[in-house]
Nanobody, 122 residues
Framework: QVQLIETGGGLVQAGGSLRLSCAAS????????MGWFRQAPGNEREFVAA????????WYNDSVKGRFTIARDNAKNTVYLQMKRLKPEDTAVYYC???????????????WGQGTQVTVSS
C-alpha cells in the first residue's frame, strides 16, 4: 500500500505562487508515474499535471501550461507542483495520485492523497 500526503496549500492573492508537495510512504513510488488533479466545488476532478517515473517527461493541462511545473525527487519519494501566476479559477482542492491505470490524464489511479485546499483571491 502507498499513502500520499499533500502539503503546501493555502490562501494566496491572484498572481502569487504556491508549491505543493506530495510525500509517499508505505512503499516507494519511484517506479510509478504520478499526477496532480484538482476539484472545485460542483465540478468534476480534473487533470492538472503528471510526471513519468524518471521525471524526464511531464504532461500538463492546457490551462496551467507555462504557469505550473511538476517535478519529483525519487530519493525523497516526493512529487512537487510549483504554481505561479495563480488565478482565482485555480481555486480547488488539489490531489496527488500515484500509479495511473491507463492514461496519465485520466482519473483512474491506484492511490490518492486526501487533498490540500488552494484558494486564490482576486
Amino acid at each position: 500500500q502507498v499513502q500520499l500526503i499533500e502539503t503546501g496549500g493555502g490562501l494566496v492573492q491572484a498572481g502569487g505562487s504556491l508549491r505543493l508537495s506530495c510525500a509517499a510512504s508505505g512503499r516507494t513510488v519511484s517506479s510509478e508515474a504520478m499526477g496532480w488533479f484538482r476539484q472545485a466545488p460542483g465540478n468534476e476532478r480534473e487533470f492538472v499535471a503528471a510526471i513519468s517515473w524518471s521525471g524526464s517527461t511531464q504532461w500538463y493541462n492546457d490551462s496551467v501550461k507555462g504557469r505550473f511545473t511538476i517535478a519529483r525527487d525519487n530519493a525523497k519519494n516526493t512529487v512537487y507542483l510549483q504554481m505561479k501566476r495563480l488565478k482565482p479559477e485555480d481555486t480547488a482542492v488539489y490531489y496527488c495520485a500515484a500509479r495511473p491505470k491507463g492514461r496519465v490524464n485520466d482519473v483512474e489511479y491506484d492511490y490518492w492523497g486526501q487533498g490540500t485546499q488552494v484558494t486564490v483571491s482576486s
